[in-house]
């Protein structure tokens, strides 16, 4: 059985080192322009080459966004912007256009091209063109079935990326025009407001000021507002319909999302290869993946048409069990001290659980800190200051603190 590739979003240097850690076995992320996540951090030129580097010295691929549906002025800067990607040793490049594809063709003729979820691809013609083309990977639209799924598998020979897990648009395959309409912001050039997480109420035109209940609470109605996908107990039946990479939404989520997300589905397609007619999802799996910042979950379209269960009518917001509060960065396993960057507010006494990249996590109650400069404190009250701790069980680099979100808070 061909192991299925478990990809990873990277919205940043640190984003894409802890995806490496937790298990992906590729990531992917983009540069300054061209990519459809404008407002994540994104990389430099000096952070994608360094990106790079670092993904390959884990023995693991690099894909690098150029999603975009480009006009003529995007244009101009796009054949360096494609020499460069494929000068830093990038895998390949993931696009939606057919202009970059015509480009990319011309001025990187040797760089594989991964066909992006953006350009649609419903049904097995569309993906036997690309094939045809000489892309090397469609990802596959999310509206598909698991039916959908197997008719383009037996027609075609091309590689299959699906997504698993994240934030659905409510959009055909993420391209909309809401966002355009309300503020200008291009969703199709990496700039989208997300408006589908707006509320909304309905006004008849005749009776102007008098709004309509559309299965709205008293603060409006999310009428476009998706659940989040989970296929985690799907696994089986997509690697059945011949899907032949994973693929996890987020390159605007949290290290901690990176981190529990990747590490989960690791775990998972492990426990499937070793015995995969008795797989079933694991309890403490799906408990860890309620612990990040998420909507409801979905299985989306994969087993039956959407209906109001995969919508979150009631709220916009995410729901948060648990907070990121520390990123272990230096462990000494002799003294036991770890050496934590701080996220969020940590205090003595108080109880955290340490996510590890790698064994079981571990709880522990906080019960003694120093500042870097070895002055005990009771409150660690800045991001991003060190601090040093006592660790009950040994760890490593990249292990996360965090601790349960009391809702009165």
């Known amino acids: 059985m061909k192991p299925i590739e478990l990809l990873a979003p990277a919205g940043n240097l640190e984003k894409l080192e802890i995806a490496l ?12 322009q061209f990519g459809l996540r404008a407002f994540s951090d994104n990389f430099d030129d000096a952070e994608l080459r360094a990106g790079i580097a670092m993904v390959h010295r884990a023995s693991k691929k690099a894909y690098i ?47 594989p091209l991964h066909i992006s979820t953006q350009a649609n691809n419903t049904n097995w013609a569309s993906v036997l063109a690309w094939q045809e083309m000489g892309a090397t990977r469609v990802v596959l639209a999310r509206e598909l079935s698991l039916a ?23 959009s055909y395959s993420g391209r909309c025009l809401l966002s355009n309409y309300f503020t200008a912001r291009d ?34 109605s999310y009428f476009f507002n998706s659940n989040d996908l989970c296929l985690l107990p799907l696994i089986p039946q997509l690697a059945a319909a011949g899907v032949d990479c994973f693929k ?19 775990q998972a397609l492990d426990a499937y290869y070793n015995a995969p007619e008795s797989y079933s999802v694991r309890q ?24 109001a269960a995969d919508q979150v009518y009631g709220s916009e917001k995410y729901s948060q069990n648990y907070e990121f509060s520390g990123l272990v960065k230096e462990y ?18 108080e109880e955290i659980e340490i996510l590890q990249p790698a064994g079981a996590n571990f709880c522990q109650t906080i019960t003694a800190m120093t500042d870097a400069e070895g002055n005990l404190i009771t409150v660690a009250p800045h991001p991003q200051q060190l601090i040093v701790m006592p660790l009950s069980n040994p760890t490593m680099p990249l292990a996360m603190l965090r601790r349960k979100v009391v809702q009165n808070e």
């Open 248 to 266: 996890i939404e987020g390159r605007m989520k949290s290290s901690h999302y990176v981190a529990t997300v990747v590490k989960v589905y690791r």
């Open 332 to 349: 000494d396993p002799t003294s036991g001290l770890a050496v934590i960057e701080q996220r969020n507010n940590m205090k003595q006494g």
């Open 65 to 111: 966004t150029v999603n975009i549906f480009p006009h003529n002025e995007d244009l101009l800067a796009l054949p360096d912007h494609l020499r460069f990607i494929r000068d830093s040793g990038a895998d390949a490049i993931i696009i939606s256009d057919l202009g970059v594809w015509r480009i990319a063709r011309e001025v990187t003729p040797d760089l």
């Open 21 to 32: 850690a937790y298990g992906a076995d590729a990531v992917y992320f983009g540069g300054k």
């Open 284 to 307: 403490e799996w799906l408990e860890e993946l309620d612990k990040i910042s998420r909507r409801p979950y979905t299985t989306g379209f994969l087993l039956h048409p959407t209906g």
């Open 187 to 220: 969703a199709n050039r990496g700039e989208c407001a997300q408006p589908c997480r707006w509320k909304y109420h309905l006004m008849e035109e005749t009776r102007p000021g008098r709004f309509l209940p559309v299965l709205e609470d008293e603060r409006g």
């Open 148 to 170: 959908d799924i197997q008719t383009i598998r037996h027609k075609t020979t091309i590689e299959l990326e699906a997504f698993v897990h994240g934030a659905m648009c409510i």
